[in-house]
Every structure is written in C-alpha cells, then in structure tokens.
C-alpha cells in the first residue's frame, strides 16, 4: 500500500484504528477474545485490582459503557476475571484477573507481540516515538 500525502492524518488515524482492531480481534479470536477484552485483560494484569470507573476510563476510546458491562460480564462468565467487592463507602465493584485470566493473557501476550512486530515492519524506535508524541501533541492542542 502507499502512502498518500494529500490525505489528512485523520484518515490515517482512522485506517490505523480500524485496521488494528480488524487484526486484533482476528488473532485473538482464537483465545475468546476481542481487541476490548485483550485490553481489560492486559490493563487487570498490571494491578491487583481496579475499580470499575478507572477501567472504564482506561477504555473509554474504544468502547462505551454499555459495551464495557457486556465485556465484562463476559469475561466474568468464563472466569477469567472477578468482581472482588468494592471500597468502603463505595458500591463500586473492583475486578481483578481470575488464575485462568492470568493464563488467557498470557497466551493473548503472545499474540499481541506478533501483531506489534507486525504493524511496526519497517519503522524504527525513533519514528515510533515521533509518531506517538505528534499524536499526543494533537491531543493535547484539541484539549
């Protein structure tokens, strides 16, 4: 494919988006997984526990609430995580990665190494770091 610099970075976002997702949740299809419960998965398997409205925040870019709640309920019904009660004084649950969580992110870690290998061919660190810092500028100039 080539490059078209008359296009705007906002269809490259969107195809780069798009096409991730695509990829991701073709490999991941064979671990249950969706790119959005890779992502729970992998943003429990770097705390103990996380209360419902960080991981909402986390995921926020790629889903809704509604899409959430059937993501993790999902992922609660094959055990993969749990619902581990909430603070004091707070009604709101906390989850965590179950034993067989654990074990299913492991083998989707996997997975997402070889897409990053993958998406990243051909660019080298430096260009990596560009890109994201050009793209968190945006961000941060859009407010």
């Given at each position: 494919?080539?490059?078209?610099?008359?296009?705007?970075?906002?269809?490259?976002?969107?195809?780069?988006?798009?096409?991730?997702?695509?990829?991701?949740?073709?490999?991941?299809?064979?671990?249950?997984?969706?790119?959005?419960?890779?992502?729970?998965?992998?943003?429990?398997?770097?705390?103990?526990?996380?209360?419902?409205?960080?991981?909402?925040?986390?995921?926020?870019?790629?889903?809704?609430?509604?899409?959430?709640?059937?993501?993790?309920?999902?992922?609660?019904?094959?055990?993969?995580?749990?619902?581990?009660?909430?603070?004091?004084?707070?009604?709101?649950?906390?989850?965590?990665?179950?034993?067989?969580?654990?074990?299913?992110?492991?083998?989707?870690?996997?997975?997402?190494?070889?897409?990053r290998?993958?998406?990243?061919d051909?660019?080298?660190?430096?260009?990596?770091?560009?890109?994201?810092?050009?793209?968190?500028?945006?961000?941060?100039?859009?407010?």
């Open positions: 494919m080539t490059t078209s610099p008359s296009l705007p970075i906002g269809y490259w976002l969107k195809q780069a988006d798009r096409r991730l997702t695509q990829r991701i949740d073709a490999a991941q299809q064979a671990n249950g997984l969706s790119r959005v419960a890779w992502q729970v998965l992998n943003s429990l398997s770097c705390t103990e526990t996380m209360p419902e409205s960080q991981l909402a925040a986390l995921m926020q870019p790629f889903v809704d609430q509604a899409g959430l709640w059937v993501v993790l309920k999902s992922l609660e019904a094959r055990r993969q995580i749990a619902s581990v009660g909430s603070n004091a004084g707070s009604n709101e649950p906390r989850y965590s990665l179950t034993s067989i969580g654990t074990e299913v992110h492991a083998k989707a870690q996997a997975v997402q190494v070889e897409i290998h993958i998406a990243l051909g660019i080298s660190q430096d260009q990596y770091e560009i890109a994201v810092c050009v793209l968190a500028r945006i961000v941060s100039n859009l407010g």
